[in-house]
């Protein structure tokens, strides 16, 4: 965002004038966060909502621990077609507990699992499209599950899966869609950000890659690597956690957090399928 674009947005609403620059950058952040979401929502992806529905006005509030939903709408109004065209913004551990803190009681989380579809993707189904503009599925259903990632640890997410009501009775799952008729699951081309290795358990990519070169060349089994995760990475800050006496002085002093896990987190290994 340049300075030409935040005076812009200052003339025009005025009422931002009494925002702190802290609070203005954590907002924009945070909203970001939540583009993925906002974008789900909105039946054209084209343009930006002009407003915010109460529950993402409220979950935005919380991130940016103001309860002034007025003035939540107003940014969102002065900025909100920066936020539309914003590359993706790779948070801190902060941030990722302070979105999670707003958004996990509220039905959403940090990297919510959802379609890479919203359009049906039979040709020969009324819902489908040559463009994903418009979405055509409906009927969201979501349920909690856990990321395993490699940056950031376990995480406790929600996903999302869409129907095709009106055409060929297809659910849309963040991996697969699955025809009611056959039951048949199929995959979507490529590869996805991150893999369900299970009903409620995704593993991201790169942690893939770390487990796959492991075996290459380390020669590491599955439950060995199920243990390395559980000791050393499934908590961000395991280095301090696993050696309290060494880091005593740090563990007294510090005022960050320590990481919570709200949703089972542990990863097992059975028969070679990780869980
Ligand atoms: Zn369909």
Redesign the pocket.
């Known amino acids: 965002m340049s300075l030409q674009q935040l005076l812009a947005a200052q003339n025009q609403y005025p009422c931002l004038s009494g925002i702190s620059f802290n609070s203005l950058t954590t907002f924009l952040r945070m909203a970001c966060l939540a583009r993925p979401l906002i974008e789900f929502q909105v039946e054209d992806r084209r343009r930006p909502p002009d407003f915010l529905h109460c529950g993402l006005l409220e979950l935005l509030a919380a991130t940016v621990s103001n309860r002034n939903l007025d003035l939540v709408q107003t940014c969102w109004a002065a900025f909100k077609k920066i936020i539309w065209n914003h590359p993706e913004v790779q948070p801190t551990e902060e941030e990722i507990k302070k979105y999670n803190d707003a958004a996990l009681c509220r039905g959403t989380s940090f990297a919510h699992l959802l379609p890479p579809v919203r359009v049906?993707?039979?040709s020969y189904?009324?819902?489908?499209r040559d463009s994903e503009d418009i979405m055509?599925?409906k009927e969201p259903l979501s349920h909690k599950a856990t990321m395993h990632t490699l940056r950031n640890g376990a995480l406790p997410v929600y996903r999302t899966s869409l129907y095709?009501r009106?055409?060929?009775?297809?659910r849309y799952y963040p991996n697969y869609h699955v025809r009611k008729s056959t039951s048949l699951r199929t995959y979507y081309g490529g590869v996805s950000r991150s893999i369900q290795v299970a009903q409620h358990f995704y593993i991201e990519s790169p942690l893939l890659e770390l487990f796959a070169n492991g075996m290459v060349f380390g020669w590491l089994s599955s439950s060995n690597w199920a243990r390395i995760y559980n000791i050393a990475l499934a908590r961000t800050e395991s280095h301090v956690l696993n050696n309290k006496i060494a880091f005593a002085s740090q563990l007294q002093s510090s005022t960050r957090p320590k990481p919570t896990l709200r949703v089972p987190s542990r990863m097992y290994i059975a028969k070679g399928i990780c869980v």
């Open positions: 049906c993707q039979d189904c009324p819902n489908y055509t599925l095709c009106a055409g060929c009775h297809r």
